[in-house]
C-alpha cells in the first residue's frame, strides 16, 4: 500500500483501489479559504452554517459525480482524472509504454 497526504487529503494505493480520503474538516478549510471566496475587505465571505457540515460535504461529493461537461457528459472528477492522463500521454513516464519511441 502506498499513501500520499497534501493539503488534508489523503491517496491511497493498494493493489486493487485507490482511494480518495478528504476529512470533511479540511474540505472546510479548503472552502473558506478559497481565493473565490473572500469580500472587497479581505474576510471570508461565505461560511459553512453550523451543524450542517455533513450536510456540505454530502453536496461537495454529488457534485463531484455529476456532469459538468454538457459536450462530453463529463463529471468533475473525470475531468479531474483525465487532466492526469493528459500529463502521461505528453510526459516520459516509466510506467507508461509509449510505441512512437520504439526502435
Not at 500500500?1 to 491511497?12: I, R, V, W, Y
Amino acid at each position: 500500500m502506498k499513501k500520499f497526504e497534501e493539503n488534508g487529503f489523503t491517496a491511497t494505493v493498494t493493489d486493487k483501489v485507490v482511494r480518495w480520503e478528504i476529512p470533511i474538516s479540511s474540505l472546510i478549510e479548503a472552502f473558506n479559504n478559497s481565493p473565490e471566496n473572500y469580500s472587497d475587505d479581505g474576510e471570508h465571505y461565505i461560511t459553512v452554517k453550523r451543524g450542517k457540515r455533513q450536510e456540505f460535504a454530502e453536496y461537495v461529493a454529488q457534485q463531484l459525480m455529476l456532469e459538468c461537461d454538457s459536450e462530453t457528459g463529463a463529471s468533475h472528477i473525470e475531468n479531474a482524472i483525465d487532466n492526469v492522463f493528459l500529463n502521461v500521454f505528453e510526459g516520459d513516464e516509466d510506467f507508461a509504454h509509449y510505441p512512437m519511441y520504439d526502435d
